[in-house]
Structure formats: C-alpha cells, structure tokens
C-alpha cells in the first residue's frame, strides 16, 4: 500500500508510460486509489481499493488453485524441483 508509480516501474522493470495506462485503467475499475504519499509531497501512493483488495484475493486463490492443477501428476519432489528450475530460468532472464 502507498507505493509510486516510479517504485513500481521499478520493481516491474516497465518504463514510466507503460505503466501510465494501467494504472489509469485500474483507476477507472475502482480498483485503485492515488492518495498523497507521506513522506513525498510530489508523489502519489498507490492504494488497492476494496474491490482490489478482493479482485487479488481472488486472482491469488485462482493462480494457486492452476499450480495446484498443473502439478496434481507430480510426486512433492518433482514438484519441487520444477519450482527450483522455473525460478533459476526466472532468475536467468531477469539478468
């Protein structure tokens, strides 16, 4: 909660106008506020609303309900080791 625009261009890895549209489209859902930051007086922080709040509680449930899915076939181990590689393949093309 409260994060700006640049500190998530940041965590993201998005230029600045590509993050423009999405958040204006998040906006015009009602799934996000600007509200003046605290410590910033030229930024604004991002806020979920509570219709975000339930929008990503929703979306979190349906992505871990796919994991659970995708993996259902798969011993714990393999399980595991699928995560390991897919996050070490995450991790190479971040670099």
Known sequence: ???TSRQLCVTLGV??????GLI???ERRGLIERR?????????????TPAGVEL???AEQTAAQLEVD???GLTATERKTLIRLL???YARDGA
């Open 15 to 20: 230029l600045p106008p590509n993050l423009v």
């Open 36 to 48: 003046p930051h605290p410590s910033d007086g030229r930024a604004m922080g991002l806020h979920l």
């Open 56 to 58: 990503t509680a929703q």
């Open 1 to 3: 909660p409260g994060v």
């Open 24 to 26: 204006a489209a998040l």
């Open 70 to 72: 995708a993996t259902a």
């Open 87 to 89: 996050q070490k393949v």
